[in-house]
T-cell receptor, first 112, second 107 residues
Framework: DTEVTQTPKHLVMGMTNKKSLKCEQHMGHRAMYWYKQKAKKPPELMFV???????INESVPSRFSPECPNSSLLNLHLHALQPEDSALYLCASSKHGSTEAFFGQGTRLTVV | KNEVEQSPQNLTAQEGEFITINCSYSVGISALHWLQQHPGGGIVSLFM???GKKKHGRLIATINIQEKHSSLHITASHPRDSAVYICAVYTGNQFYFGTGTSLTVIP
């Protein structure tokens, strides 16, 4: 299994809603990443988890709250988002000490 | 200056043409990825390379580690190949992305 699975694929949420994005892999990768991609721009790093601990937080607003409950699962909890947060949220995973790295398909988020 | 530079930014081709997209990078990498993204769509991984050359159907990807350069070739291009192609490098700590090449293949 060489997949990174993101759910849902599409999400529409209101500014007062609370929702979560999920990313799952079963390749034994111990580094997992969240990226945000706005239209016609390259993805930008948000968070990196290494061995289930947050190792990089790129000054992301607190309305985005990451969580890594175990080595296979990475969540991104969303609360009180703004319309400008509408974007593609991309998850990736990699194996420490290896070239192996994979991307999920992304979750397309629309905030209304 | 971006760590990853792609060229061209935009490319229009006639169906059947041979297409090349280039990627140059300035950081040390563990692997390089070629990704495909259709308008409004998600990301599809095409190749992961750390050396040499890979082929999948009509797509060929090459990398020259010494020159820090990779190319993605599409043979016998088809309108369904129209998409944005993104080069991403993995340094061992994180990914850096190129700004993408928007390809349009005209029937």
């Amino acid at each position: 299994d060489t997949e990174v699975t993101q759910t849902p694929k599409h999400l529409v949420m209101g500014m007062t809603n609370k929702k979560s994005l999920k990313c799952e892999q079963h390749m034994g990768h111990r580094a997992m990443y969240w990226y945000k991609q706005k239209a016609k721009k390259p993805p930008e790093l948000m968070f990196v988890y290494s061995y289930e601990k947050l190792s990089i937080n790129e000054s992301v607003p607190s309305r985005f709250s990451p969580e890594c409950p175990n080595s296979s699962l990475l969540n991104l909890h969303l609360h009180a988002l703004q319309p400008e947060d509408s974007a593609l949220y991309l998850c990736a995973s990699s194996k420490h000490g290896s070239t192996e790295a994979f991307f999920g398909q992304g979750t397309r988020l629309t905030v209304v | 200056k971006n760590e990853v530079e792609q060229s061209p930014q935009n490319l229009t081709a006639q169906e059947g043409e041979f297409i090349t997209i280039n990627c140059s990078y300035s950081v040390g990498i563990s692997a390089l990825h070629w990704l495909q993204q259709h308008p409004g769509g998600g990301i599809v991984s095409l190749f992961m390379l750390s050396s040499g050359k890979k082929k999948h159907g009509r797509l060929i990807a090459t990398i020259n580690i010494q020159e820090k350069h990779s190319s993605l070739h599409i043979t016998a291009s088809h309108p369904r190949d129209s998409a944005v192609y993104i080069c991403a490098v993995y340094t061992g700590n994180q990914f850096y992305f190129g700004t993408g090449t928007s390809l349009t293949v005209i029937p």
